[in-house]
């Protein structure tokens, strides 16, 4: 099949969990002999993040088209989805699969042209706090497109499952996100840049966000008596003013640390050391990086909202979103026993690998590109 991926920022890339998927995606299909264009974003949108795929014209046997767009908030996802969208209708696809609910809402267009369209929608963005009025406003009409003129749509949760039956009345394909199995380092390179050693550091790794929760873990963290630093890793994406608060926060108590962002060894360094991953989201689609802690052999903390208790189930703990108190709660206990995080620990990497893996969401995720395509 000749097939295009919409809705990502660029690969190759670690920007964010719908940049990792859609590379793994991408990379596996034409190992399968299929025809993969993948439509990167022009710009630089990801503070510390590389952006290499905009001088690619092919990666890995992907085809790589690169977009302009804009620079503006706002705007990025708007005028991105409508070019790739007017291109991708003269490149005679077989399949055109959107990802994200911005780039969803150009969808009905080659739905009209009697294309063959599939959308996976990775959360539900309009509920995510960086976005404004405008944005928030397209992100529900992209979910509106979604639900109504995608042959097929895919989620990547229960949780999200539901919300669409329940506000759309539309059935979804359950396809969970893969992990890889991962490279299990020593503590050679951070020990020499950022002087962290095995054990003696608690993780954190998502971009910098509002709804990513690092705000109560920091606030959690800072009433803890420990030894152990705070490590926080990643880049920002659209909030500036919650990065600034952030910093500020961080400033204030020399145990934290921020790195930014990280990719390559150091990245499996840092997730082969921690002594505890947490992740205290108010809103997730499937966290690739909490898949990836798991996949190491971390101990992870996250909270109860489905889209990651889900995930850890009984292989990690759960505290209640949003709640600070409980959260630190559930920190000092991890910290004063040693034995359960060893526990968890040696049961999280056979249970994450076994239960999600790319040939899996590759084979399912095929399954639905043929079943609007007559003859391939």
Same mark, same amino acid.
């Given at each position: 099949?000749?097939?295009?991926?919409?809705?990502?920022?660029?690969?190759?890339?670690?920007?964010?969990?719908?940049?990792?998927?859609?590379?793994?995606?991408?990379?596996?299909?034409?190992?399968?002999?299929?025809?993969?264009?993948?439509?990167?974003?022009?710009?630089?949108?990801?503070?510390?993040?590389?952006?290499?795929?905009?001088?690619?014209?092919?990666?890995?046997?992907?085809?790589?088209?690169?977009?302009?767009?804009?620079?503006?908030?706002?705007?990025?996802?708007?005028?991105?989805?409508?070019?790739?969208?007017?291109?991708?209708?003269?490149?005679?696809?077989?399949?055109?699969?959107?990802?994200?609910?911005?780039?969803?809402?150009?969808?009905?267009?080659?739905?009209?042209?009697?294309?063959?369209?599939?959308?996976?929608?990775?959360?539900?963005?309009?509920?995510?706090?960086?976005?404004?009025?405008?944005?928030?406003?397209?992100?529900?009409?992209?979910?509106?497109?979604?639900?109504?003129?995608?042959?097929?749509?895919?989620?990547?949760?229960?949780?999200?499952?539901?919300?669409?039956?329940?506000?759309?009345?539309?059935?979804?394909?359950?396809?969970?996100?893969?992990?890889?199995?991962?490279?299990?380092?020593?503590?050679?390179?951070?020990?020499?840049?950022?002087?962290?050693?095995? $054990? @003696?550091? #608690?993780?954190? %790794?998502?971009?910098?966000?509002? *709804?990513?929760?690092?705000?109560?873990?920091?606030? +959690? /963290?800072?009433?803890?008596?420990?030894?152990?630093?705070?490590?926080?890793?990643?880049?920002?994406?659209?909030?500036?003013?919650?990065?600034?608060?952030?910093?500020?926060?961080?400033?204030? $108590? @020399?145990? #934290?640390?921020? %790195?930014?962002?990280?990719?390559? *060894?150091?990245?499996?360094?840092?997730?082969?050391? +921690? /002594?505890?991953?947490?992740?205290?989201?108010?809103?997730?689609?499937?966290?690739?990086?909490?898949?990836?802690?798991?996949?190491?052999?971390?101990?992870?903390?996250?909270?109860?909202?489905?889209?990651?208790?889900?995930?850890?189930?009984?292989?990690?703990?759960?505290?209640?979103?949003?709640?600070?108190?409980?959260?630190?709660?559930?920190?000092?206990?991890?910290?004063?026993?040693?034995?359960?995080?060893?526990?968890?620990?040696?049961?999280?990497?056979?249970?994450?690998?076994?239960?999600?893996?790319?040939?899996?969401?590759?084979?399912?995720?095929?399954?639905?590109?043929?079943?609007?395509?007559?003859?391939?």
């Amino acid at each position: 099949m000749k097939i295009a991926m919409i809705g990502h920022k660029r690969i190759p890339s670690r920007e964010g969990g719908i940049e990792i998927v859609v590379e793994e995606l991408a990379t596996k299909m034409v190992t399968e002999g299929h025809d993969v264009y993948v439509y990167n974003r022009a710009g630089h949108h990801v503070s510390g993040a590389e952006n290499d795929g905009a001088k690619l014209k092919e990666y890995n046997g992907i085809h790589i088209i690169t977009v302009p767009t804009s620079e503006r908030k706002s705007l990025n996802a708007v005028v991105y989805s409508v070019l790739a969208t007017i291109h991708a209708l003269f490149c005679h696809y077989d399949v055109i699969h959107y990802h994200a609910s911005g780039p969803c809402a150009m969808l009905w267009l080659p739905h009209l042209f009697g294309i063959h369209t599939v959308a996976t929608i990775h959360g539900i963005d309009s509920q995510r706090a960086k976005w404004g009025g405008f944005a928030t406003r397209y992100l529900e009409f992209g979910e509106k497109c979604a639900a109504k003129y995608a042959d097929e749509l895919i989620v990547l949760s229960e949780g999200n499952k539901k919300y669409f039956k329940e506000r759309y009345g539309r059935e979804a394909t359950l396809i969970p996100n893969g992990v890889s199995e991962p490279d299990v380092l020593g503590a050679n390179i951070i020990t020499e840049q950022f002087g962290l050693k095995k $054990d @003696d550091y #608690i993780l954190f %790794l998502a971009r910098i966000v509002p *709804e990513k929760g690092l705000h109560y873990l920091i606030k +959690a /963290y800072k009433q803890i008596r420990t030894d152990k630093k705070l490590v926080i890793v990643g880049g920002t994406s659209h909030s500036n003013d919650y990065v600034a608060k952030i910093k500020k926060a961080a400033r204030e $108590d @020399d145990r #934290i640390m921020l %790195l930014g962002f990280q990719q390559g *060894e150091i990245l499996d360094e840092l997730y082969s050391n +921690a /002594y505890l991953y947490v992740l205290p989201s108010d809103v997730e689609g499937m966290p690739i990086s909490l898949l990836e802690a798991m996949s190491y052999g971390n101990c992870c903390l996250v909270s109860d909202i489905n889209e990651t208790a889900g995930v850890v189930q009984d292989k990690g703990i759960t505290f209640k979103k949003g709640d600070v108190e409980d959260l630190k709660n559930k920190l000092i206990e991890l910290l004063d026993d040693e034995t359960i995080v060893r526990t968890y620990k040696e049961e999280a990497s056979s249970f994450i690998l076994n239960k999600y893996n790319w040939d899996d969401v590759v084979k399912r995720t095929i399954q639905l590109y043929k079943c609007g395509v007559k003859a391939i």
